[in-house]
């Protein structure tokens, strides 16, 4: 687009180029997405988050009538193309990002057991195993570990289980890995490798802590899709119903990435540390008092 110059002192006029105004509408739109999206991803507690997290959460805030309509399962797709979002986000910087995972430097994956070797000396009644490794990042970040008392490890890195990460889970005498993985055949085959790795050793469950196609469908979490009919990997598992397993053959998946971080965050600190034992109250109190033996109460 070009302007005219009004007409010169010596007859005619002259072109220039047209004065920058920015980035058009849709630009600007889109920063203000990312800019809310990063706050709902933080949460009230500050919650780190990779940048997948990050686009998933932008398409929540472009599309608010998915989160309207939560009592209506379904798996939509994306309202935003990825290569869009990741265009924005380097336009704006990523370093403006609050709360934002830097990416992670390529390096070669050190044995689960080297850092800190002590650890497998003692039982170890708890795992989690991620399949995506940038959210076994994320939770390491967030201190999830820490939390729910569990060694956090990609299946990357971690598999087959190390010698005495086994057997430090089998010392515990009833230890759980749980596993974490995306509605997809490979992410729904990775509970059984991980059984496959372990072998005969008795004592240890391998949980499934999600997702499959019906977590997804129920958290309305935006689904890609890949080439289609895609191959199973393995028998599926018994649990996993019949429309289940026709929605992955069409090649639809969901990434563990598409769940809201608080959610995850609360999710997994759920499900690996157990139930909590419950709170004290004034009534609780008085109702133990009842039984205490010195001072109780009749029973009349």
């Not at 019906?214 to 309305?220: G, V």
């Not at 289940?244 to 600190?269: C, D, H, I, K, N």
């Amino acid at each position: 687009m070009t302007t005219r110059r009004p007409q010169a002192p010596g007859g005619g006029t002259s072109i220039a180029p047209a004065p920058r105004t920015g980035r058009g509408p849709g630009a600007r739109l889109l920063d203000l997405a990312i800019t809310g999206a990063a706050a709902r991803a933080a949460g009230p507690g500050g919650i780190r988050f990779t940048e997948r997290q990050l686009y998933y959460e932008t398409c929540r805030v472009l599309s608010p009538a998915e989160t309207l309509l939560t009592r209506i399962p379904r798996t939509p797709a994306p309202p935003l193309r990825l290569r869009t979002f990741t265009r924005a986000l380097e336009a704006r910087g990523r370093e403006t990002v609050e709360g934002l995972l830097p990416p992670a430097r390529p390096r070669p994956p050190a044995a689960p057991d080297s850092s800190e070797p002590d650890v497998y000396a003692y039982g170890l009644p708890r795992l989690l195993v991620c399949q995506d490794r940038s959210i076994a990042r994320m939770l390491l970040s967030n201190h999830v570990h820490l939390e729910a008392g569990c060694p956090v490890l990609a299946a990357i890195d971690a598999l087959p289980l190390a010698p005495r990460l086994v057997a430090a889970l089998e010392r515990a005498e009833g230890a759980t890995v749980h596993v974490l993985h995306d509605a997809s055949p490979e992410g729904i085959e990775l509970p059984a490798r991980i059984r496959a790795t372990l072998g005969r050793v008795p004592g240890i469950r391998v949980a499934s802590i999600g997702l499959v196609p019906r977590h997804a469908a129920a958290l309305r979490l935006p689904t890609g899709r890949g080439p289609a009919p895609a191959p199973p990997l393995g028998p599926w598992p018994p649990a996993l119903r019949p429309q289940e397993g026709m929605w992955l053959a069409r090649g639809r998946f969901a990434q563990v990435a598409a769940v809201s971080p608080p959610r995850l965050v609360r999710t997994v600190l759920r499900l690996t540390r157990g139930p909590r034992p419950p709170r004290n109250s004034m009534w609780s109190e008085l109702r133990g008092l009842r039984t205490t033996g010195f001072l109780t109460w009749p029973a009349s």
